[in-house]
């Protein structure tokens, strides 16, 4: 007796063995049981997995709802591995037009940052887990609602009509993920455009000290360890006139520039903050990042005095 039919469409061998492969584990109790028999079907160009009962051992009263939710967990986590990938990058060629593969690939990976991955670990509770899980449980309650009243289940037919919801996430995802790309690929072409300024600009002065005193405070000196004002009317006008329509507020950035030094020594003991991986970016081999030296030796006793002094 016919249970089930999954019905595959253009997919390779190696899917639709993996699809078998997770049926056969969801439904490895009935299968121990000898309750249900599962096989794989290669006919006229159609891949088929197929789920029967043995009777009189399979119960339908009994045992229907437990094939109906494992059939539908796998098919879950199928859909999830092995076809939400292809989704994707469809939505990306033919809805948002990106068709290089490079760009394709870059999307991508802002799409997979933000849908999760599958963790079978229960000591693993990441957010990344959480949104994985999300879309598995809103997919297997769909199938199962599905598998209970059909025997025969197209999984391109399944999606289109019956998980638009899904798609409409995936769509969305999509959405954010090209407006993520373009942000990035433009602060990348501006951050190129400072490099070439920098590039062709004569240095001005031989060094300055950058030094991070926390937070988003800085402290620029010259050689003479001589303070430098960073709200220079001049730096401004310098990144505006690079780019008008680019929001870059660090003014401590747009001061370097306009002083134009030979060789920049930050000190600081967050070396991973954006602007200073700015900074690296822009000015490159002009830029030493120190360790601790004497002058943060004094910058910490400084500090801890006005501390002490409050």
Known sequence: MKLLTIVMVKRSEAQADRLLQLVELFGERLHKENKIRIVLDRRNGLQRVEVSAVMPAFQLQADGYALYEAAA???????LAEEEQRLLRHMIRHEFHYKQDEETDSILGYCSQMLGERDDSAAVKSDKNEAYLRRKNKLTALLTEYIEEHTELNLDGFLRFRAPDYLNELR?????????FVMDRQYREFIS???????????????????????NEFMLLGEHLEKIETNDADAVVTVETLEKDMNFEDMIVSTLITVSPQQIYIHTREPDLQVIKT??????????????CRLCQNLDRSTAAEYNKG
Not at 73 to 79: C, E, I, K, N, R
Not at 195 to 210: C, G, N, S, T
Not at 284 to 291: A, I, S
């Open 172 to 180: 969305e995802v999509v959405e954010y993920a090209v407006d993520e």
């Open 279 to 292: 900074i690296r970016q822009i000015f490159e081999n002009r830029v030493e990042l120190c360790g601790y």
């Open 193 to 215: 455009l400072l490099q070439y300024f920098v590039y062709i600009q004569e240095a001005k002065i031989p060094f300055v000290h950058l030094i991070h005193k926390g937070g």
């Open 73 to 79: 967990g796998a098919v879950a986590d199928y859909l």
